[in-house]
């Protein structure tokens, strides 16, 4: 079969296709347009994030308030997983990810009002719970209901960085945000957002309130539920963890069966510690602080032990070899 | 009732010093850097280092030689052909992977005590000390008795006052638990059962119970797996599960002629007390006159007659009699570490098959 020489002249385009051509030369147009907005439109301090100079820091220069550096303490045991003094540092960013059914958002929470408790001024954001979920939910957890909640499922048809920015504006010592992913998600969808500039924009805010640009001057400290793989992984780019100061895991043990929480990157506090605890049906999570010194007990005994195995050989070779080596000479 | 006994924070801190300072001491080496010499002996890196009976039966185990075997092979070919063999499976044992072994050694006397696989296998009296001085924190416990042998093995009782209990029915049978805390280079890291009968301020060891736990090699789990068990001996207050069965039968239950035989013979082995002077606890003597006295010549019984002969003295009287004779200073001469065998001794007793346990009654 003879294939038909080329004319030069071009096939002319079917009218759908010239529609479709138009309509994605539009969208393009208004996503330009929409960013150009938000740009703009940016909380000055994000802004800065953004179009920052380039600016080398000495450290013996910086200065901040001495309690900054005091953690919030929950008084439970998990005060120990979160930083080495023992409590929620602030102005830092924690990842929390874990096993379906695990208890992510019990947990989470409890640690929420735990520190609400403590006087602690919070704001729980809910992308993946409804008024009528966490109603379900607060009569089992009656700690629950004294949190301030944000419901980003009840703002569908606002712009969603509007609806974040307004809600963290007053300030917040701890922030929880259940999901990432999901009010991520809202981001890209109704602001046409890529995966990448959504979440650009969620961390940019967050290092924004981390350092105390809100009403109150708070230093906020974000925990945020994350999504994982089938396989468990984390979901997110390298500049989320980058900006992660600890991700939190919580997991099912496969021999036991039981739930523990560990940090298994923890820039202020200890990592590969586990923390056992169980859900109360009463509402609280119950640490097994027993179980945490055992491990830690034993991590210490086989470092102790570890040393002075080292040390051992050199005096057996002493004992053994070394007079003899002493008769020699 | 007698007092309870325990003893001072200096005399604990001296003996824990005494217990470090004998610690035996570990180091590994290659099995193509040992030789055996003879069942006494054998040279690392070409030195020769005496070593104990015990050592060279972990050594014939390590490379595959089984116990008593090398016994019966050295009377049959010789010493030297022993040697060879032991040599032989070395090198056989070293193409199968395992090219190293741990040896343990005795600081003091500069004897090899222990060969074994993992240096991991030991642990070294320091971590045992602080495991122990956290449990013994932990549960509230309060320490009896501490004492050192010239091994480094080390055996720590602890009882905890605050939690006596009786056997429901039984006169004078009130106890308090605790937990016998033990290690050595052939044993490893114990606990057991401590149990101690108020009455007469007796204490026993109760190695036999299926509560005794062996930490086998240290590494994490089998260090939360032991906590584990002890925190669930602890929840029971120290109770082994079978005590007070077993009490209840021991008491019910006539000591056979053999077993007292056995529990006198165990006394005179451990101190000097001479024949005669354990009469007191354990009338061997007296009871073998008897059966004379009836035309029995017990010297001529074979064993399994010797277990058919009931005595007049019950195992449960019989074991408070080892115990008693193991706790209180009565004037003989025995070394602490006797005292503890004679403990644990009394529980293998208690724990063991009575020979009079299961007679059955005869329908003619």
Redesign the interface.
């Known amino acids: 079969m003879a294939f038909k020489q080329p004319t030069g002249q071009r096939t002319p385009m079917s009218p759908e296709a010239k529609s479709r051509i138009a309509e994605a030369v539009r969208l393009a147009a208004i996503r330009k347009k929409q960013e150009q907005s938000f740009r703009q439109d940016i909380h000055p301090v994000v802004d800065s994030f953004i179009d920052k100079p380039i600016e080398l820091v000495r450290m013996k220069d910086q200065k901040f308030p001495d309690d900054l550096f005091v953690p919030m303490k929950t008084g439970k045991p998990v005060d120990f997983l979160f930083s080495n003094e023992g409590g929620v540092p602030k102005a830092c960013n924690f990842m929390l990810i874990g096993d379906p059914g695990v208890g992510k958002s019990t947990v989470s929470m409890d640690i929420l009002s735990d520190l609400a408790e403590s006087g602690y001024k919070v704001l729980f954001i809910s992308a993946e719970m409804t008024r009528i979920d966490l109603y379900g939910y607060v009569k089992r957890y009656e700690k629950f209901g004294n949190l301030d909640i944000l419901f980003t499922g009840e703002y569908c048809d606002s712009n969603p960085k509007s609806v974040l920015e307004n809600a963290l504006k007053p300030g917040f010592d701890v922030v929880l945000i259940d999901s990432f992913a999901e009010v991520q998600e809202d981001i890209k969808e109704v602001l046409k957002y890529s995966s990448t500039g959504s979440e650009k924009f969620l961390i940019d805010l967050m290092l924004s309130h981390n350092m105390g640009n809100n009403d109150s001057g708070l230093n906020t400290t974000f925990i945020a539920i994350q999504q994982v793989t089938k396989g468990g992984v984390f979901v997110g780019t390298n500049k989320l963890k980058h900006n992660t100061t600890g991700m939190l895991e919580l997991r099912f043990d496969q021999d036991t069966g039981t739930q523990f929480l560990v940090f298994t990157k923890n820039r202020r506090g200890p990592v590969l510690k586990r923390m056992f605890y169980s859900l109360s049906e009463t509402g609280d999570v119950r640490y097994d602080d027993?179980?945490f010194n055992?491990?830690e007990?034993?991590?210490e005994?086989?470092q102790?032990?570890r040393t002075?195995?080292e040390s051992?050989?050199s005096?057996?070779?002493r004992?053994?070899?070394g007079e003899?080596e002493t008769q020699e000479s | 009732m007698k007092q309870f006994t325990t003893i001072s924070q200096s005399l604990f801190d001296e003996r824990a010093r005494e217990a470090e300072k004998k610690t035996p001491i570990r180091r590994e080496f290659g099995l193509r850097d040992i030789e055996v010499i003879n069942s006494e002996t054998l040279t690392l890196d070409g030195k020769h280092v005496g070593m104990s009976n015990e050592a060279f039966k972990n050594f014939c185990k390590i490379v595959g030689l089984p116990v008593g075997f090398d016994k019966t092979f050295s009377s049959a070919f010789g010493d030297k052909a022993r040697q060879q063999l032991v040599n032989r499976l070395k090198v056989a044992a070293q193409a199968k992977g395992n090219s190293s072994v741990s040896i343990v050694l005795n600081p003091e006397t500069k004897k090899i005590i222990a060969v074994q696989k993992d240096p991991r296998d030991l642990v070294s009296n320091q971590s045992f000390l602080e495991s122990t001085t956290r449990m013994i924190n932990r549960f509230d416990l309060e320490v009896s008795d501490f004492s050192v042998s010239d091994d480094g093995s080390v055996v720590i009782n602890t009882a905890s006052p605050k939690n006596a209990w009786g056997i429901q029915g039984l006169k004078d049978e009130d106890h308090f638990g605790g937990i016998s805390f033990s290690n050595s280079p052939n044993n490893g890291f114990q606990v057991s059962p401590f149990l101690y009968r108020l009455v007469c301020a007796n204490g026993m060891i109760g190695k036999s119970f299926s509560e005794t736990m062996q930490l086998g090699q240290m590494d994490q789990m089998n260090l939360l797996k032991f906590n584990e068990n002890l925190e669930a001996l602890a929840k029971r207050g120290f109770i082994p599960e079978k005590f007070e069965e077993r009490v209840r039968l021991a008491m019910n239950t006539r000591a056979s002629l053999a077993e007292m035989e056995h529990a006198h013979g165990r006394i005179i082995s451990v101190s000097d007390a001479d024949v005669k002077e354990i009469e007191s606890w354990i009338p061997y003597q007296q009871t073998k006159a008897s059966f004379f006295k009836s035309g029995v010549d017990v010297n001529t019984l074979t064993t399994n007659q010797m277990k058919g002969a009931k005595t007049g003295m019950t195992i449960w009287e019989m074991i408070n009699s080892i115990t008693h004779f193991a706790t209180h200073d009565n004037g003989f001469k025995m070394k602490s570490f006797n005292r503890r065998t004679l403990q644990t001794e009394s529980s293998r007793i208690l724990c063991d098959n009575f020979d009079m346990a299961n007679l059955i009654a005869s329908p003619f």
């Open positions: 027993r179980r055992n491990e007990n034993a991590r005994a086989l102790t032990e002075l195995i051992e050989a005096v057996f070779d004992l053994i070899f003899e």
